[in-house]
């Protein structure tokens, strides 16, 4: 195993086993120091710590928690709680850099002091990576090695700013959950004690929710029995009412309750019982989830027999529907058509796009917003409420994104005449306004993948078809000259040439099951790449010879390699695997002239190897598609069409690039790129 591919498999561990950490326990402390032992024990360090800077005092450094190997003393010994920082440390993390000591003995060191306060601390080799916070650098992750040097590897580096990362998004997401906790608190809080009752029921009537000013109105005191009440069930509202609490947006009614008698045993009140009869006000209203499906209803409950105030209360409860709307996104306004004055809520002015300060006019202003096509549509509908039609309005609706000229939100809007007096000069109208921002960018995503999915089932059929065909063809020569071979009466000369031609034809078939199979394993992530010593030289010396034999009398094949001997980590197989693939092209399109594999470096990070030939060349408006699945110049040469795709697939899994220079009648010459970094070892003799 390379040393890449532990550290992959030591970075995808610990990073799960963090990740899981915190979706297990609440205590960050215990979660931070379990993972510091995971460091501590991967780099058989002395000391795993994270400091971080004194937001009152930006100048002071203080430790957040540090983990330490069996026997090392602290770092913090002898030292108060806050300490100065040092320079050195926090000019490289503040330009984006982290701290690399590989040995601390042997390296020369511009600044003495940071050497002295290592060397104070007995550590040997260090890395510090840098944690921030709003893009400014807080503090830093530090590894102390203390009994030996280190050589510190981009992967080591990797995996050690991932995890400074992850652990302060950590601290942000525990923040968020105690003050979501604690925001969460203050509002069931507000609820249960709020003077007006509150009950939360259900899309089938059942109740959730109850707070004490509910509980006290029907004169209930176990939760555990006001939930025997269903609300659609219940003979204390009638057939209509139901149906217009399903159906409408809002809904007022009132009924006779006998106070004392559970809810739900309301029908079996004899008339001779002396029971104290009670007047109680509800309004009911529903509430939304993201995609504008209602998910419970919120009723207000008000005992009017017992309240003085009624206008007063009425007003508690208005604001408490007002709250409701706004949680669910709703917009409520009334609208004069006749002279476009009115009042609506502060959720229908944030749904609309407009601002509530300037309400005395934003009314009128609402049909100027609208995108041409609904703003007819409207017009529309206003003219037939003018002409005394009873008219309602239940549309999608665009309306201009501020600041972003040509887009649009969407909202869906339905309005019903709810006043008709032309006499007095009052047509109003009543509209209810929701965001469907979201429901329609996820309409569209599901169009999207409607349409990705026909689109591979049409690529599908197509795959089919033309793997059956060219299956069928070398099939059909092998089938039909081995029968010819098994005749007496054909030549020995005649035979000789079928044995080839079955034998090209085997060639093809096999190398057509192959390609097909490299295609699968692409696409389905399974093929395999090993990473070792690829000796450049001798595989373009390999490829060299394997197309000697293939290529037409009179074409020479060279090697092209500009260093006596030149070794990259890579993988050989499919360096070699496109390499054959240019050159079994180039042998097939190149009638004379030369053949030439080869490499060079494009810097010394990159090398690019080719396959230049002196063929027949590739025409401009073809080279787009050379690399497509299925695409080939010429249909009477054999092959399948796929080599230059499962090429450019292997290119792109390597990190590499991969093109084509060539003009037509003068030959083509195929490259890829691939890189040689990442403590990649290049050779050279």
């Not at 093929?527 to 373009?540: A, Q, R």
Request: aromatic share 8%; hydrophobic share 35%; glycine share 6%.
């Amino acid at each position: 195993m390379t040393e890449n591919t532990y550290s992959r498999g030591i970075y995808q561990t610990t990073m799960s086993m963090a990740l899981e950490r915190i979706l297990h326990t609440d205590d960050i402390q215990e979660a931070l120091t379990d993972v510091f032992h995971d460091i501590l024990n991967h780099f058989k360090a002395g000391r795993v710590a994270v400091m971080s800077t004194d937001r009152r005092n930006p100048d002071l450094q203080y430790c957040v928690i540090e983990v330490l190997a069996e026997g090392v003393s602290s770092s913090m010994s002898g030292r108060e709680d806050r300490f100065p920082k040092h320079h050195w440390w926090y000019d490289k993390l503040e330009a984006g850099e982290c701290v690399v000591v590989e040995d601390s003995e042997n390296m020369e060191w511009d600044d003495p002091s940071a050497h002295e306060l290592l060397k104070s601390l007995g550590v040997r080799a260090h890395l510090g990576v840098p944690i921030s916070r709003y893009s400014h650098i807080s503090g830093f992750l530090l590894v102390d090695i203390l009994d030996r040097p280190y050589e510190w590897s981009e992967a080591d580096i990797l995996w050690l700013k991932d995890l400074a990362n992850l652990m302060m998004l950590w601290r942000r997401l525990q923040k968020s959950r105690n003050e979501a906790a604690s925001e969460r608190g203050k509002l069931e809080k507000v609820l249960m004690t709020m003077p007006i009752g509150l009950c939360l029921y259900d899309t089938e009537g059942n109740i959730s929710f109850a707070n004490d000013r509910a509980m006290a109105v029907f004169g209930v005191k176990s939760f555990q029995d006001a939930k025997k009440f269903n609300l659609f069930k219940s003979s204390l509202l009638t057939d209509d009412t139901k149906k217009r609490i399903k159906e409408q947006e809002l809904v007022d009614a009132s009924f006779e309750y006998n106070y004392g008698i559970l809810p739900f045993e309301q029908d079996n009140v004899k008339s001779e019982h002396s029971v104290m009869r009670i007047n109680i006000m509800a309004r009911y209203s529903k509430i939304y989830d993201p995609y504008g499906e209602v998910k419970a209803y919120l009723v207000a409950y008000m005992d009017k027999t017992r309240e003085q105030n009624n206008s007063q209360k009425i007003h508690e409860l208005d604001e408490i529907i007002s709250l409701t709307a706004d949680f669910a996104q709703l917009g409520y306004a009334r609208i004069n058509v006749i002279d476009n004055t009115g009042y609506a809520t502060k959720q229908w002015y944030k749904n609309n796009n407009m601002s509530f300060d300037d309400s005395s006019t934003g009314i009128a202003d609402f049909v100027e917003i609208l995108h041409p096509d609904d703003r007819r549509v409207s017009d529309d509908f206003r003219n037939a409420v003018r002409q005394g039609k009873n008219v309602r309005l239940n549309r999608r609706m665009r309306i201009r994104r501020p600041g972003r000229p040509g887009e649009w939100d969407y909202l869906q809007v339905y309005s019903v005449v709810t006043k008709y007096e032309p006499q007095y000069g009052v047509i109003e109208i009543s509209t209810i306004t929701q965001s469907i921002n979201h429901q329609v960018k996820l309409e569209r995503s599901l169009v999207l993948a409607k349409e990705e999915a026909e689109k591979a089932d049409k690529l599908k059929s197509a795959f089919l078809a033309n793997m059956s065909h060219e299956i069928r063809t070398p099939l059909n020569a092998i089938v039909g000259f081995s029968q010819m071979l098994c005749r007496d009466d054909v030549p020995s000369n005649e035979k000789n040439e079928m044995m080839k031609i079955v034998e090209q034809n085997n060639e093809l078939l096999l190398q057509l099951i192959s390609d097909i199979l490299d295609l699968s394993k692409l696409e389905a992530g399974t093929l395999e790449f090993v990473e070792k010593d690829v000796d450049v030289n001798s595989i373009c010396k390999a490829v060299a010879g394997s197309i000697e034999m293939k290529v037409k009398k009179g074409v020479k094949v060279k090697v092209d390699c500009p260093r006596q001997d030149c070794h990259i980590m890579s993988d050989p197989n499919r360096i070699k695997q496109v390499l054959i693939n240019f050159a079994s092209n180039a042998s097939k399109f190149t009638d004379k002239g030369h053949i030439i594999i080869g490499y060079h470096f494009t810097n010394p990070d990159r090398i690019r190897f080719f396959v230049e030939d002196t063929g027949i060349g590739i025409p401009e408006d073809k080279k787009a598609k050379i690399f497509e699945r299925f695409v080939k110049l010429n249909s009477f040469v054999q092959g399948t069409g796929l080599g230059l795709q499962i090429s450019k697939e292997i290119v792109t899994c390597l990190g590499g690039l991969i093109g084509v220079e060539s003009e037509p009648g003068e030959g083509s010459m195929f490259w890829f790129e691939i890189p040689v970094e990442n403590g990649v070892k290049v050779t050279s003799k």
